[in-house]
């Protein structure tokens, strides 16, 4: 059974409630009917304003009780909503971050509205018509009883409104699923671009990509609109032909009663009775798109849910201490076949920093996030401290690694809930990182420094003074693995030199760093330079055997991809900024 599957079963003891409050209030329909009854049938024929104050008391009474219920079954589905919310978001928001890692570039919060969509199901009228559905046979049953020709014609015209639900299901099930998924894909390519805004807006692309998004929303729209088409003739097909056996089944009682079979009253409570028992089939064709769209939004939350299971928790390993290995690696992006690393052998003892170089899509930052965890091997393993990086629970081991990637995404919130990862704040030890990142005297210049808010991803700052911060990010709590990927890409000659600080402060602290990097003044700082090229590991050596090599190679060329190993100023601008691998 699914993770929502099991959420819907441990609130099936408040669906019983609701059953069976939906039976007493089915019970007290009724009221109406025989009260209408009693009073053709014995206040008018005996005059008695004795027994027609009594039973218009009993009357009120009981339609009390009713809307008392009533309103008690409706808040009960209100709270099984909220309680689906509150058990799955956790597991599904989970869920969504686990599929945005493996298919990076296609983040989307669809899951969240289609939780949204089941609750207001769950939450609305259409799921009464689904309880009351099952009375209808009771209400046909007291009709009968009535005369046998009133049951027959409750029977006949509910199997009609039947029909026509199950033509409306069937006419409307295939459009009404193309266009949600149409809907997804254009509300999708709708965040995509406005994450871009910047780019489109600058080189005038919005109306070629406003046209792409129009024809996804115009396919939707289609769709919706054919599929709107026929359940409309359907609903309003139902609801003339309810009116309609309303009708005739009066006409069909005063034909009764004009041959003495049954009493005028009768004639009126089986008229009411029958709309009352044709009532849930009209409301659940009503309904039906509701229902439909819940369907189809559980559908997808199952399939996610499915494909992305729930990790069993492991037994807790000891904190690293940062020995990285990996043996054999070869690995891609998520959803790519070939692989893009191929049979990486590294070992790196704890302390230890190395960079990583080589031309662009030499699988440099491919081999970043491999380590990290963050995308998954095709062979081979990552072992932090000799275990698996997959072993480790991500809760407890995130603390202990630090991760600048190229693109920095700083949140919602102060500087100082960004640095500490929005954890509980530790002054200290954001203060501590910030130092270390060369940052402090920086954010102490901020309007309202460590307090000051960053919205929409830290549009505020610059380029500079976001990767800064998101080193201090990197650097909080003291990790014991760090990994930089182009790391002084958007700094200035005062963040170079923060950075170079920075790396000798993490030798001293015993830290393993991986960098990449293409500056000549941070790769002379590293203990080892692994030279990327197609994904294989060309070289690997000590910065002063690559000089060397590279000494004996012509003047100004560069040794796979690496810049010469020359001293040179540290201002050098920068010549191998690359994109991600």
């Not at 009390?64 to 909220?82: A, F, H, P, T």
């Not at 956790?90 to 509205?113: D, E, T, V």
């Amino acid at each position: 059974m699914s993770d929502l599957g099991k959420v819907l079963r441990y609130c099936r003891r408040s669906f019983l409630y609701v059953g069976l409050f939906s039976m007493f209030i089915n019970l007290l329909m009724l009221v109406p009917p025989l009260y209408m009854l009693q009073v053709y049938d014995r206040v008018i024929t005996t005059r008695s304003e004795e027994t027609l104050l009594m039973l218009t008391l009993v009357v009120v009474f009981l339609f009390l009780v009713m809307g008392g219920l009533e309103l008690m079954r409706s808040r009960i589905l209100v709270r099984v909503g909220n309680k689906l919310d509150v058990l799955i978001s956790p597991r599904l928001y989970s869920a969504m971050f686990q599929r945005s890692l493996m298919m990076p570039g296609k983040p989307s919060a669809q899951p969240l509205n289609d939780l949204t969509t089941m609750r207001q199901f769950l939450s609305g009228n259409g799921l009464f018509a689904f309880f009351d559905a099952p009375w209808v046979p009771v209400y046909i049953a007291v009709l009968a009883l009535f005369h046998p020709l009133f049951g027959l014609f409750a029977v006949i015209a509910g199997v009609i409104l039947g029909v026509i639900a199950l033509i409306n299901e069937w006419m409307t099930r295939a459009l009404l699923s193309e266009a949600n998924g149409q809907h997804v894909a254009a509300q999708d390519l709708a965040n995509s671009n406005l994450r871009n805004a910047e780019v489109l807006h600058a080189m005038g692309m919005l109306q070629g990509i406003q046209g792409r998004w129009t024809a996804r929303h115009r396919e939707y729209l289609v769709l919706q609109s054919r599929a709107s088409d026929r359940a409309g003739l359907l609903t309003n097909t139902s609801k003339v032909l309810r009116l309609m056996f309303q009708s005739l089944i009066l006409g069909l009682g005063a034909w009764l009663v004009l041959a003495g079979d049954i009493t005028p009253g009768m004639m009126i409570a089986g008229s009411i009775l029958m709309g009352r028992a044709l009532a849930p089939i009209d409301q659940m064709i009503n309904g039906w798109k509701s229902y439909s769209g819940a369907r189809t939004a559980r559908g997808r939350l199952e399939e996610l849910l499915n494909t992305i299971p729930a990790k069993p928790a492991g037994m807790p390993l000891p904190q690293p201490r940062g020995a990285l290995t990996l043996e054999g690696v070869n690995a891609a992006p998520p959803g790519e076949r070939l692989p893009t690393l191929h049979d990486i052998n590294l070992k790196l003892a704890k302390g230890e920093q190395i960079a990583i170089v080589g031309p662009s899509a030499a699988g440099k930052s491919t081999l970043a996030r491999v380590v990290l965890g963050i995308w998954p091997t095709q062979l081979g393993h990552v072992r932090l401290d000799g275990a698996d990086i997959g072993q480790w629970d991500r809760t407890a081991l995130g603390p202990h690694l630090g991760y600048l990637p190229q693109d920095i995404e700083l949140f919602d919130g102060t500087v100082a809930d960004n640095i500490a990862r929005f954890q509980e704040v530790d002054a200290n030890a954001v203060v501590e990182a910030a130092l270390l990142a060369g940052v402090h005297s920086m954010i102490l210049r901020l309007p309202e420094g460590y307090d000051t808010w960053l919205s929409h991803g830290g549009a505020s700052l610059s380029a500079g003074q976001r990767q800064r911060i998101g080193l201090a990010r990197a650097l909080y709590g003291s990790p014991v693995m760090v990994v930089l990927d182009e790391p002084d890409a958007n700094l200035d000659e005062n963040g170079e030199s923060a950075l170079a600080e920075c790396l000798l402060q993490l030798r001293q602290h015993h830290t393993t760093t991986l960098i990449i990097t293409h500056r000549q003044h941070l790769l002379q700082q590293v203990d080892r330079i692994l030279v990327l090229r197609d994904g294989r590991v060309a070289s690997l050596a000590p910065p002063e055997r690559l000089s060397a090599v590279a000494r004996r190679t012509a003047a100004g060329n560069s040794v796979s991809g690496v810049t010469t190993l020359r001293p040179s100023a540290r201002g050098h601008s920068k010549s191998h900024e690359e994109p991600k691998s």
